[in-house]
């Protein structure tokens, strides 16, 4: 006879799962933040001292005016960019409608300084190449300007493409979902087009609205690359700038300000995605074959979308193209000041080489841990019904709160100090890929989650009924199902923490340089502005390929296997 | 892509994290940090490998703020990396007041330098001296136009046309700030002084990071004119960019940059073996062709990348001791006097 | 009882399909509770091998949860299940789902769609440890018996819903389980192929000797697959018994109303006498039952009971026809649905009676019709 299994027995494998994916957020997310926290709070006894020192000094006060300024600023201006696109792309027959959709794709992945980079040169006041256009056009009789980049608006619009590229892709699914039965009812009673679109689909997109606008500032809020290339005060560089100094109260506190300000962001934003699953309730499905407006709303629509890819895309990109094939940047174009030795340089500099072996290790490390363990935790939270898992699950979306910078500064604070500093991380390849994991570990999570969710459990019950154990079900059924989303996730932590910047400018070591503190370097004076660019594009064309084969791999898998029914 | 196709690529990649923290092939290696740019510092460090075969010099570079608050955060975490320190004599003072970093090292051939230019206890080996200059553009201004005094850049003509760098990540600045609001500031209090720094901030003045950044505004034409050392003039010509520089009227704010071996170095033989390089004639000889600097022995010739030569230039040694002491106050008041 | 049968060890290999692999099935005092919720409550019932049993109800009534305990894929907070004398759940022991020697048909079939027809089919045979030519042959084998077999290689996004159904099937089967569950799998299926399946699994069942628990909310599936009828209401079995008594004496309102179509009418005045009852309708009439819950009827008081419309003859004029209970009354409307007539009659005291009848049609709207039923058709409810 088969000994029963008893009751305790049963149990031991899911709670070892629930055990293993709450060391994990605990390590990773837990002990950083709450480390910070307490440390922010603390000098000898309870006190609020190192924050009354954040809010008495002008210096900080501005930095918070301008990373709230500039975030807000980026919010509502990609709201007033990216809803044209959205409407454009989903319900016109405007021309380059994937051009778009693959233009905000990746604008999305690649990394925000390389445009600050673009843009100076392009708009730098004195000899930005735009600049010198507009005032030769017009005739203007200023040696400066008219614009000028560095400005919080050229943060602005430096961080602009990131923000209108979160928020079309909130949008376009959310128009593409709308029961177009709702819209035609609308016709039907009377209303026209414009009233349609005001009384029907633009309350019924709001929460879509909401949180891409959201995503859109608290990425903002979290930028380093940008405003460190365009000299700018705001939180991330302040707490760079304190860290220099070694004032690590006042780093400590001014990530807190800045974390607690994204994570204002983020509670709003998981309401309105709340709301969002709400709303789409009404029937689930998806109606993208509607045709949509042609004619002259369709060519508008072309038109905008042509200058959105131009400005955000060909000419900064194109720009610095240019000037990395220059030999003097000086001389500007001018015959023979043409040649490849700004990428031989680069590409033959020891330094990138080992840059790059870091970084690709680094990134396939974490897009390999995070993956793995993204299932882990998504598996506890969607299909063991234990105890605690929603705090599992909120572990999980903290990271998206925390500024790379911030969570530097959190780590620097718990692997200097002791017990954990008699682990060595500091300094080495150990710190940045625990500040890695952490900040990449959301991405993870979700989109096993979405995928698990998506799974009907039949699947596993039926291979449980079978004969399999919990195990086996999830080596035999679950991950090959969910192998897609998996292979997505890998791909895009990867691509995401191939040019880390925020948190690697603080965590990197002297064997531990990451291709975008390089990059940052060269920027910086060690090559100078035509390397820097030449280093640029080649980052910029890696993360272009990447996200072909993640585009061929994702299409290849949609267009075999059905999943769910 | 098949399913063993995938779980390959999955595995090498993997496998590929962790080889790459295995440590580099066996040689001996000698780790130095400093300020420098990469390609300045290399002829320098090519020409010692070449004269010691079997060893190899780690060159990690960062802006001298920031390159001290690494090492004192290694310090920190007991993990000094590094075995040999590039820096000027003010930010290498600070090191060893605060942290009793170095270890003092009489390099061979010390006495050819300068008597000036030598410290005490030898805490450090000087390398060159680094001198401030007005760094232009000749396709922007020309050289009649150009201003010839430190005083000139406060003048609204060159509003946003200048960039000099910012005391949070730059160590040398803290001389060119000494000299205007402590040296200039006695002698001509009506023209220099805090003053002179809330002009520059009313006229624009473009804070940066680091000299290097500087060196390209100013070659790329965004600021033409940058308040520049010299070793950044010295690879801007180098490089063959249209450029040249200015020597004030009021005389220019020289600092030692030199190296110091850190107490905590594991490879102190090889450190020794720097220094000795650093200060031998064939080092000395490097200098205008790699950091761009003067050199700090009489027995090496040396021009100026203008052409002009060293007693052409009135050169004011700064107060490194001053500097050293209160370069945080100093970086309030300058942030205070800019208001940025 | 039939001796057990210990598959799980994975030590048997599979042989022909033509002995009766089923075992019977001892459900006991199950209860299951989610926070204060009881989704189940004192559910038991006893199922001889080769037998089926459909648990039946409107939804939340706890018939999938009570097939998911029997599964192992929810625990029961007491109780127990018994299969061929093997205890799957009690106080002391919980086997897994794997451990229990079971073949289920899920309602959305979940049929894996990385893998072929044939490796959804060999999954559960593999697990059991089987040689690999026993394992194609049993495959093939229970392709057969569901006329399958040349879709083999075939993925199951590329099969229609009623041979996915079929699959689902075979695959449930190709373990010689125990016990067959089947959670409402025809619900995805268009009515033609759903009334085709239904009979095939039937027969199948029967065929195979297997032991069956089904799932439905269709009576039609209920009366037409079980050798027994659990109808649940609430968590609880309110009745149990083969699928003509339940159909033909409900106990309750609710049976009678869920388990086919019927009128229900209160009797006022009601007097007892050894074989039945009688009481008044709203119009006067007196109405005589003889079954059903004869015993509990108060006297004098009131009483429901169950007459099906298919019973109730229906005739032109005052004299038309015999039985027990004639009521006189006027048709209201009446409906063709093809194989039958429905007639809306008005009795007298606000009461209307639906009746069917295979046409031509016996009376038309407005007609003065007399209605007739046998005392013995007419059921006397508890409620």
């Not at chain 3, 995805?188 to 069956?212: K, P, Y």
């Not at chain 3, 009576?219 to 339940?246: T, Y």
Request: glycine share 10%; aromatic share 8%.
């Amino acid at each position: 006879m088969a000994r029963g299994v008893t009751k305790r027995a049963i149990l031991d494998r899911p709670a070892i799962a629930w055990a293993i994916a709450a060391l994990w957020l605990a390590y990773l997310v837990a002990i950083p933040i709450g480390y910070m926290t307490v440390d922010s709070l603390t000098d000898d006894g309870l006190t609020l001292a190192a924050y009354v020192d954040f809010f008495e000094d002008p210096k900080l006060r501005t930095a918070m005016r301008n990373s709230l300024t500039v975030a807000a600023g980026v919010a509502v201006l990609s709201v007033l960019v990216g809803a044209p696109l959205a409407f454009g792309v989903a319900r016109t027959q405007m021309r380059g409608r994937s051009l778009v959709s693959a233009a905000m794709i990746v604008c999305l992945v690649s990394p925000d300084f390389l445009l600050a980079m673009a843009y100076i040169a392009l708009a730098g006041p004195n000899a930005g190449y735009f600049n010198q256009a507009l005032r030769a056009v017009f005739e203007l009789k200023t040696e400066s300007g008219p614009l000028n980049i560095f400005t919080l608006w050229g943060l602005v619009l430096t961080a602009l493409p990131h923000g209108v590229s979160y928020f079309f892709l909130a949008l376009v699914p959310a128009l593409r979902n709308v029961d177009p039965a709702l819209e035609e009812a609308s016709r039907v009673q009377g209303a026209g087009p414009i009233e349609t679109i005001r009384d029907v689909t633009l309350p019924l997109m709001r929460p879509a609205l909401l949180s891409g606008a959201l995503l859109a500032f608290s990425g903002s809020l979290a930028m380093y690359g940008p405003p460190h290339m365009l000299r700018l005060n705001v939180l991330t560089i302040s707490i760079r700038e304190s860290l220099v100094r070694l004032d690590f109260k006042a780093a400590s506190a001014a990530s807190m300000v800045l974390i607690l300000m994204s994570l204002a962001a983020l509670v709003l934003y998981r309401h309105s995605t709340r709301q969002a699953e709400r709303f789409r309730t009404v029937g689930g499905k998806s109606f993208s074959e509607r045709a949509g407006a042609e004619g002259r709303i369709a060519a508008a629509f072309t038109v905008l979308g042509i200058v959105y890819v131009l400005a955000v895309l060909v000419v900064p990109y194109g720009g610095m193209t240019v000037i990395s094939l220059m030999k003097s940047v000086g001389m500007g174009f001018s015959a023979g000041n043409w040649s490849f030795d700004n990428y031989r340089a680069v590409l033959g500099d020891p330094a990138v080489r080992k840059a790059a072996t870091l970084s690709v290790s680094l990134a396939a490390a974490t897009a390999t841990l995070v993956t793995v363990m993204g299932f882990v935790v998504a598996y506890v939270v969607i299909r063991l019904k234990l105890r605690g898992r929603w705090l599992l699950d909120y572990m999980s979306i903290i990271p998206l709160a925390v500024p790379g910078t911030a969570l530097a500064i959190a780590l620097a604070v718990v692997y200097l100090n002791p017990p954990l500093n008699a682990l060595g991380l500091y300094g080495g390849f150990g710190i940045l890929f625990v500040a890695y994991l952490t900040r990449f570990i959301t991405f993870g999570v979700r989109t096993s989650q979405s995928s698990l969710i998506q799974l009907s459990p039949e699947f596993e019950e039926a291979s449980r009924v079978g004969g399999a154990s919990g195990l086996k079900t999830v080596a035999l059924i679950t991950l090959p199902m969910m192998r897609q989303a998996l292979v997505y996730a890998w791909l895009l932590v990867f691509v995401l923490a191939l040019p880390e910047l925020s948190a690697s400018i603080i965590l990197k070591g002297i064997h531990t340089q990451t291709l975008s503190t390089v990059l940052l370097d060269i920027w910086n004076g060690n090559g100078g502005l035509a390397q820097a660019c030449a280093f640029g594009m080649t980052m910029f064309a890696s993360v272009g390929l990447l996200l072909l084969i993640a585009a061929a791999i994702a299409k290849r898998a949609s267009g075999g296997l059905r999943i769910g029914t | 892509m098949d399913k063993k196709a995938r779980v390959r690529l999955l595995a090498i990649a993997f496998v590929g994290a962790l080889v790459a923290q295995a440590p580099a092939f066996a040689q001996q290696r000698l780790t130095i940090y400093s300020a420098y740019e990469n390609s300045q510092i290399a002829p320098l460090t090519k020409a010692f490998e070449a004269k010691n075969p079997g060893v190899a010099v780690d060159h990690f570079r960062q802006p001298g703020e920031e390159l001290l608050a690494t090492i004192e955060l290694e310090l920190r975490a007991r993990s000094p990396k590094a075995d040999v320190v590039g820096l000027n004599d003010a930010s290498i003072a600070y090191l060893q007041r605060r942290h009793d970093a170095f270890e003092p090292y009489a390099a061979k051939d010390v006495d050819k330098a300068r008597v000036e230019m030598r410290s005490l206890q030898n805490v450090f080996t000087p390398a060159f001296v680094n001198l401030y200059l007005i760094h232009y553009n000749t396709r922007k201004i020309s050289e009649a136009d150009v201003p010839k005094s430190w005083a000139e850049l406060a003048d609204p003509k060159w509003k946003n046309q200048i960039a000099m760098a910012d005391p949070s990540s730059s160590q040398s600045v803290q001389s060119f700030v000494w000299f205007i609001a402590d040296h200039l500031g006695k002698s001509d209090p009506a023209k220099f002084g805090w003053d002179y720094f809330k002009r520059m901030g009313a006229n624009g003045v473009h804070l940066e990071s680091s000299h290097g950044t500087i060196r390209d505004l100013t070659v790329s034409g965004e600021r033409p004119i940058g308040i520049n050392l010299l070793a950044n003039a010295q690879t801007a010509k180098n490089r063959g960019e249209p450029t040249s520089n200015i020597w004030p009227r009021e005389g220019v704010p020289g600092e030692l940059s030199a190296f110091g071996l850190l107490r905590a170095s594991k490879n102190k033989e090889l450190g020794k073996m720097w220094l000795d390089f650093v200060i031998s004639p064939e080092g000395q000889g490097l200098m205008p062709a790699s950091l761009g600097g003067a050199p700090v022995r009489n027995d090496v010739a040396y021009k100026y990348p203008d052409g002009s030569s060293l007693d052409q230039v009135k050169i004011i040694p700064v107060d490194s001791a001053f500097i050293s002491e209160n370069k945080r106050t100093q970086a309030r008041k300058f942030h205070d006097a800019v208001g940025k | 009882m039939t001796p057990s049968e210990n598959k799980a060890d994975g030590s048997s290999s599979p042989g022909a399909l033509s002995r009766a692999s089923g075992v019977d099935l001892r459900v006991a005092g199950l209860r299951k509770s989610y926070g204060s919720v009881v989704a189940v409550h004192d559910v038991g019932f006893e199922l001889p091998a080769g037998q089926m049993i459909s648990l039946i109800g409107p939804s939340g009534c706890g018939k999938t949860t009570t097939l998911r305990m029997i599964a192992g894929l929810e625990q029961p907070d007491i109780g127990s299940i018994v299969a061929g004398g093997r205890v799957l759940v009690d106080d002391e022991t919980r086997l897994p789902p794997e451990q229990r020697d079971l073949g289920m048909v899920f309602q959305s079939y979940a049929l894996w769609p990385h893998m072929t027809v044939f490796d959804n089919l060999a999954y559960g045979l593999k697990r059991r440890g089987h040689a690999r030519e026993a394992i194609a042959a049993k495959v093939a084998e229970v392709l057969r018996i569901v006329g399958m077999s040349q879709y083999g290689e075939r993925f199951p996004g590329q099969l229609s819903g009623g041979q996915q159904q079929r699959v689902a099937l075979s695959r449930a089967i190709a373990t010689e389980p125990g016990i067959l569950l089947f959670d409402e799998p025809l619900s995805n299926l268009d009515a033609v192929l759903r009334e085709q399946m239904r009979f095939e699994i039937r027969s199948l069942q029967q065929r195979l000797g297997i032991t069956g628990v089904y799932v439905t909310h269709s009576q039609d599936e209920a009366l037409a697959m079980s050798d027994q009828i659990a109808v649940m209401r609430d968590g609880r079995i309110v009745q149990i018994g083969k699928p003509a008594d339940i159909y033909g004496r409900p106990v309750t309102r609710f049976v009678a109303a869920f388990i086919g179509l019927t009128n229900i009418v209160e009797l006022r005045a009601v007097a007892a006498d050894g074989n039945g009852i009688a009481g008044s309708l709203p119009g006067g009439a007196t109405i005589q039952a003889r079954v059903g819950a004869i015993a509990a009827a108060p006297s004098g008081g009131t009483v429901a009971v169950s007459i099906r419309p298919v019973e109730i003859a229906i005739g032109r004029g005052a004299g038309a026809g015999t039985g027990d209970n004639r009521l006189a009354g006027r048709v209201r409307t009446t409906a063709f649905t093809g194989g039958l007539i429905d007639y809306f009659v008005d009795v007298g005291g606000g009461l209307e009676l639906r009746v069917q009848t295979t046409p031509p049609a016996a009376a038309e709207p407005g007609d003065d019709v007399t209605l007739s039923f046998a005392a013995d058709r007419t059921v006397v409810l508890a409620d």
